[in-house]
């Protein structure tokens, strides 16, 4: 100890050499950080980790999860349940009328060989329809309307006829009233279609499905009772020849007729007319399926039905195959350039247009979808029918005829992207 002299410095000692090592090195030695020496207990020696477990990395920020697609509206594009009710009703009335009046076997053989033109009908309906599908409601309704209402409502009047004039020859019925009484049936159910779901209704292709399909199910009824009466009078015989005639040589007639009736409010409905002039148009139409269903029966009346079935019938069928042809070309053009404007403002690419709005592309698109992993055909066939959708929606919007089109086009556009990400999702 000193007393008033400098302080002696203290002795530190120098720190510890901490031993380096290297990375594998440290692997090697059977050394365990302090943090890890503690070990739980664990139910079995199975379940026992290693001595040295890493811990986990750290999870990211959670990434925003995808809301739920958004649905275009309905309102305008279905049918209400009460007019299903009413069909069902007069349905079970048609089958009671039918097995009172024809019986139950003859009936039921009607049925089942109606079923065969039925099938034929809708693989054409779907060719045409298949560009731009029409929604199911209103597709179940048309069917529905043909084969039970139009059928009903031609029975009450033909009884109605009946009651107030008694018989009438079958020439006028088969070439006069038929054609009226038949047309204007099946007429007021596409004009029905047009006031319940006139979103959907919007052009002339669209006004040829609804039409053909209320031809085909008035068709189908038609052939339940030619079929059964046929099986009656003059058994098998009378029956296949009668099934070869309507079933195989002419299953598209009824389809055909009516067809022309959507087409005319269709035409009209594509340029934005109002309900009484898509009737008046409707109506022009109507006259003209009315003069082709006399035509074609006055043909197996008057003439060699198989002369004219091969000169004028098929010739006249071919033609309307060829207009349907040129129409859906037109659909094409127009869900073509329509899209192009979501394409210029950057919503799709060029080359998604022409896989988008091109037969061709299509099936190159369908074809890519499926090489992908998982088979995503189903998804890009979702995103053709919404960008058809899409397109649809901006022509009714560049009409000013769908009040409900800037909605549908937002809920569009966002399920487009979004199945888009899926697609390319890896």
């Not at 999860?65 to 007019?83: Q, Y």
């Not at 139009?150 to 009047?157: I, Q």
């Not at 067809?259 to 309900?275: D, I, P, Q, V, Y």
């Amino acid at each position: 100890m000193s007393f008033g002299g400098p302080s002696e410095p203290q002795y530190t000692p120098p720190p510890a050499q901490q031993p380096q090592y290297s990375q594998q090195q440290y692997a090697q030695s059977p050394y365990t950080p302090p943090q890890f020496s503690q070990q739980p207990v664990y139910a079995s020696a199975l379940a026992q980790p290693t001595h040295y477990s890493p811990p986990a990395p750290a999870a990211p920020a959670p990434a925003g999860a995808l809301p739920s697609l958004p649905v275009p509206s309905k309102k305008g594009r279905t049918v209400s349940i009460w007019l299903f009710g009413v069909l069902g009703f007069a349905l079970v009335a048609l089958i009671g009328y039918f097995v009172w009046a024809l019986g139950a076997v003859a009936s039921g053989m009607g049925f089942v060989l109606a079923l065969i033109p039925l099938a034929i009908v809708f693989l054409g309906v779907y060719i045409i329809d298949r560009w731009e599908p029409e929604p199911k409601p209103l597709i179940i309704f048309a069917i529905a309307w043909g084969a039970v209402a139009a059928v009903g409502l031609t029975l009450l009047v033909d009884i109605g006829i009946t009651l107030m004039v008694g018989l009438r020859s079958e020439v006028f019925s088969a070439v006069v009233q038929a054609p009226i009484v038949e047309e204007l049936a099946k007429g007021l159910g596409i004009f029905i279609i047009f006031l319940i779901g006139r979103r959907a209704f919007d052009g002339p292709i669209d006004g040829i499905v609804y039409g053909a399909l209320v031809g085909g199910g008035f068709a189908f009824t038609e052939n339940i009772q030619y079929f059964a009466i046929s099986l009656i009078e003059g058994g098998g015989e009378q029956l296949t020849a009668t099934f070869v005639m309507r079933g195989l040589l002419s299953p598209f007639a009824h389809a055909m007729f009516t067809a022309l009736t959507g087409f005319a409010m269709g035409l009209a409905a594509r340029r934005h007319a109002s309900t009484g002039a898509v009737l008046g148009t409707g109506l022009l139409g109507l006259l003209g399926a009315m003069i082709l269903h006399g035509f074609w029966n006055g043909s197996a009346t008057f003439a060699d039905f198989f002369a004219l079935y091969i000169t004028l019938q098929v010739p006249l069928f071919i033609g309307f195959i060829l207009a349907i042809v040129a129409l859906r070309r037109e659909e094409a053009r127009v869900t073509r350039e329509r899209l192009g404007d979501y394409a210029a403002a950057g919503w799709f690419t060029p080359e998604e247009i022409t896989m988008l709005a091109t037969p061709a592309g299509r099936k190159v698109g369908l074809r890519w979808a499926a090489s992908l992993r998982g088979d995503r055909r189903s998804l890009m066939k979702t995103f053709i029918k919404d960008a058809a959708a899409l397109a649809a929606v901006r022509q009714r919007a560049i009409l000013g005829r769908d009040p409900l089109a800037a909605d549908d086009e937002r809920a569009l556009l966002t399920r487009t992207r979004a199945t888009r990400a899926a697609l390319l999702a890896y």
